[in-house]
C-alpha cells in the first residue's frame, strides 16, 4: 500500500518483459515515445512521502539482472482513473481501496494484477514488507509471471477496452 515494494518490482518487471516481447522493429522504446504503452506505479495509500522502492527490493530486482526500480512513491489520483486504460492491484485490499477511490465509469480499469496469469486469477501478490529476502524473492516471481501473461495479453489485444498499436 504504501508503493515501495511491489508495485515497483511489477513495473520494473513488465518494462523488461515488454522490450522483450514486442515486435522488432517497434519495441518498447517506440511505444513509450509515442505514448502508445505506459508502464506506472502507484500506491492506494502510499504513505511513506516520495519514499524510493524498499532497499530489499531493489536487491531482488538487481539480483535477478534487473535495473532499478527509479521512480519514487506516490498515490494514485483521480487523473489515473481517467488516463490510464488499466489499474492493476498487488492485493484484493488493495483492488478494495481502489475501488471505493475510483468514479463508476472508470471502474472496469480495476483488475488484480495477477487476473491475466491464468492459474493464478484471483491471487494477491503477498506483500513482503515485513518478511525476509525470500518474501521478497516470492513476490518478484509473482511479479515476472504476472508481467509475462499480462504483457503477452496486451500484445494479443485480449485486455477488454484495451488495444496496443504496435505499427
Do not use: W
Request: charged share 20%; net charge positive.
Amino acid at each position: 500500500m504504501a508503493n515501495v515494494c511491489r508495485s515497483p518490482m511489477a513495473k520494473v518487471t513488465c518494462e523488461a518483459i515488454a522490450g522483450t516481447l514486442l515486435p522488432r522493429p517497434t519495441g518498447l522504446r517506440a511505444l513509450l515515445k509515442r505514448k502508445a504503452l505506459c508502464f506506472d506505479s502507484a500506491g492506494a495509500k502510499a504513505g511513506l512521502g516520495r519514499a524510493q522502492a524498499d532497499a530489499r527490493a531493489q536487491k531482488a530486482l538487481k539480483g535477478r539482472g534487473y535495473g532499478p526500480a527509479k521512480q519514487r512513491a506516490r498515490r494514485v489520483t483521480t487523473s489515473d482513473f481517467i488516463h490510464c486504460d488499466l489499474i492493476l492491484a498487488m492485493d484484493s485490499a488493495v483492488l478494495s481501496d481502489l475501488q471505493q477511490q475510483c468514479p463508476a465509469v472508470h471502474q472496469h480499469k480495476l483488475h488484480l494484477f495477477l487476473d491475466f496469469t491464468p492459474e493464478l486469477r484471483g491471487q494477491d501478490v503477498p506483500d513482503p514488507y515485513f518478511g525476509d529476502a525470500a518474501g521478497f524473492a516470492h513476490a518478484l516471481s509473482l511479479c515476472e509471471t504476472g508481467a509475462q501473461h499480462l504483457v503477452r495479453a496486451l500484445i494479443q489485444g485480449e485486455v477488454p477496452g484495451v488495444r496496443l498499436k504496435t505499427n
